[in-house]
């Protein structure tokens, strides 16, 4: 034992110790926090950087894209529509168009059974569309709207493609023929010009659909596969495939970190996403990490025997003061000598000794100014305070109790709570408060009569718990939320009427439809579902503008509800989209014969600024069929009817089978 090295036990060694620990322990901290910030900034800095170049790449592709939607809406808008029945003219008005061409791979023309027409470029030969293409060339030709196909491998090429479709329309926006284009994903002047912009050296940008199948990959094996259907998950791209947009940090499927952007195309929605491994990105911050820690280590121990130095100056006080009373105890000096004057730590005791007293003294001061201001907020407070000891006996009560109800609130203090609120309330609350006097907060709502008027208040019990967990009474908070359940009610109301139409909305409906149904199926008398649309009512919008498409919205909705039964319900869905409930219909016949005089009234000359302009409905019907069929399948199959009724020609109506 004796050769054990043994450490000083002097306050002034073990003080340096803690302060070189300290200094030590703060430096390397500070120094972690630093770079942790640095790498973060750093972090952002590329991962916004990043996404300014993809947002970049992605305005470029939605350019490109755009810009050959136009093409192909020029063209169809120039296409005149007696020439689906002469392949020579089609010929002639494509040749005549070399920048259209130029920037397709193939050009086809479909007429309006979906029987290709006309082609032009490579795969000019190709095969008569079968049965489930045709159908699908039929849909989007009656709809009247240009769609892009999703990606497909090319019979011709062999390549990822997609498809371009713009209907011709003839002077009655009826679709006459289809143009298409397809383009070819791997062409140069397309996607590969966006790809080439990777960020750093084993970054790379990659391209895929709303449904994560790949358009374009640094490997091309990968082209047109679904990004899922390998193992394992990247939570990044699940989030983009959600619709995330923005950069992130997220290990692959292989555990690689990477910095992760993304951007949604705003024509297609395609997403187009960039990586860029963190191994490379942070490759410099590293290296500097590990001199940083180094470096912060060796201050550290610099500034730890710099301190000690200071201790040692800064404690000199405490020493003379250690050897003032080893002279006292040996008889060298008298205790006088510990009452001199002196600016130091002696001085400094006698001092915080006065300071202490008189601290107390003020603190007994503040508590009482504390409790008198307290009192004053309590009283003043909309809110009625109340304090129950272990027995349920009130033992304070503020003033809010003699503003609601006009009695003085001294006056029940030490009596029990059922005579200060009445038996009745107190059966009430009774089974809120033994919760509270369980330890648990509860709360409860009472009607009570303030002011000659019925209010609700809602009452909230808090135990007051010891250390221990012991509950040493309750606080009883009580509020007026009479006003609060008045506004809730309004809101409620408000949420269920169409705000431009003053008609019921789609919330109100679904309610509406449930309980027609129930009374259906009770009363055993039939029930049916009307859905409308307004035939044409995107054009009025375009030409007219959306305020006078909501005069129309408007009108349409007055006439829907002056041409209804009493026992009927009207309601707006979205747009120009309506709902008829008509309860107790004796039968088809019936249904016709309401069908009928809604389409007569909607008929009659709409007003659309300031000009008299006629308005159509197109009206999809159905039956309730019974118990089996729910109030979902009703509006489906009146949905159906209604799309029926538009492809028969509008401004009519179909019944469902």
Not at 6 to 27: H, N
Not at 561 to 584: K, T
Request: glycine content about 8%; aromatic content about 6%; proline content about 4%.
């Amino acid at each position: 034992m004796s050769n054990l090295v043994t450490f000083p036990r002097s306050l002034q060694f073990r003080m340096t110790c803690v302060v070189v620990m300290l200094v030590l322990i703060a430096t390397m901290i500070v120094t972690w926090l630093a770079l942790v910030l640095a790498e973060r900034d750093m972090r952002s800095v590329i991962g916004n950087q990043q996404y300014a170049l993809l947002s970049s790449s992605a305005a470029q592709l939605d350019a490109q894209i755009t810009f050959r939607k136009t093409l192909l809406a020029s063209l169809a808008d120039t296409l005149p529509a007696q020439a689906a029945d002469a392949p020579a003219a089609l010929k002639a008005f494509v040749d005549s168009h070399p920048v259209v061409r130029n920037e397709f791979l193939t050009l086809f023309i479909f007429n309006r059974q979906g029987m290709l027409v006309h082609t032009y470029g490579q795969g000019s030969t190709m095969p008569v569309p079968n049965a489930q293409v045709l159908a699908d060339l039929r849909r989007i030709l009656a709809e009247g709207k240009p769609v892009v196909s999703p990606p497909y491998r090319s019979t011709v090429t062999g390549r990822p493609s997609i498809t371009m479709l713009h209907p011709v329309l003839d002077s009655a926006g009826h679709g006459v023929m289809l143009l298409g284009g397809s383009i070819d994903l791997t062409s140069s002047s397309f996607l590969q010009q966006v790809a080439a912009q990777k960020p750093g050296k084993t970054g790379f940008i990659f391209i895929m659909t709303r449904n994560g199948v790949l358009l374009h990959h640094p490997d091309a094996g990968r082209l047109l596969e679904n990004i899922n259907d390998r193992p394992g998950q990247n939570r990044a791209t699940q989030m983009a495939l959600q619709g995330f947009e923005g950069w992130t940090v997220a290990a692959n499927k292989d555990g690689s970190e990477g910095i992760y952007s993304y951007r949604h195309l705003a024509t297609t929605g395609w997403i187009i996403g960039a990586r860029f491994p963190v191994d490379e990105a942070f490759a410099p911050m590293i290296a500097m990490r590990r001199h940083a820690l180094v470096g912060a280590a060796a201050f550290a121990v610099l500034a730890g025997l710099a301190a000690w130095l200071l201790i040692r100056i800064l404690l000199r006080p405490l020493d003379r003061l250690h050897r003032s009373i080893g002279d006292i105890r040996s008889g060298k000096a008298d205790i006088d000598v510990l009452q001199r004057r002196r600016r130091d730590e002696i001085g400094a005791l006698g001092r915080a000794f006065h300071e202490l007293i008189a601290e107390r003294v003020a603190a007994q001061r503040h508590i009482a100014d504390s409790e008198k201001r307290l009192k004053l907020l309590t009283d003043n407070l909309p809110v009625l305070i109340s304090y129950l000891d272990l027995e349920r006996r009130i033992q304070f009560l503020n003033a809010t109790f003699r503003n609601w109800f006009g009695t003085d609130p001294h006056t029940l203090i030490g009596h029990h709570l059922r005579q200060g609120i009445g038996a009745q309330h107190y059966h009430t609350a009774e089974p809120h408060l033994d919760k509270a006097y369980h330890g648990q907060a509860a709360t409860c709502e009472l009607k009570a009569t303030i002011d000659d008027c019925l209010h609700t208040l809602e009452t909230t019990f808090l135990p007051d718990l010891a250390p221990d967990g012991r509950v040493l009474g309750v606080y009883s908070l009580t509020h007026d939320t009479t006003r609060m359940k008045e506004i809730e009610e309004r809101l409620k109301q408000l949420a269920r009427v169409d705000t431009l139409t003053g008609i019921a909305n789609r919330l109100m409906f679904e309610e509406i439809l449930q309980l027609a149904v129930v009374r259906a199926r009770r009363s055993r008398k039939p029930l049916a579902l009307a859905y409308l649309d307004i035939d044409y009512f995107k054009v009025i919008n375009d030409s007219e503008g959306h305020g006078a498409g909501d005069e129309v919205l408007k009108e349409f909705a007055a006439r829907l509800a002056g041409s209804v039964r009493a026992s009927d319900s009207v309601a707006r869905l979205a747009g120009d989209e309506f709902v008829i409930v008509f309860e107790q219909v004796a039968g088809p016949d019936e249904l016709r014969r309401l069908a009928v005089k809604i389409i007569e009234a909607i008929r009659r000359p709409f007003t659309v600024a300031g000009v008299p302009r006629r308005i159509t409905t197109s009206v999809g019907l159905a039956l309730h069929e019974g118990d089996h069929e729910t109030p979902a399948d009703l509006v489906a199959r009146a949905d159906s009817a209604l799309y029926a009724a538009k492809r028969a020609g509008r401004d009519g109506y179909k019944i469902a089978d």
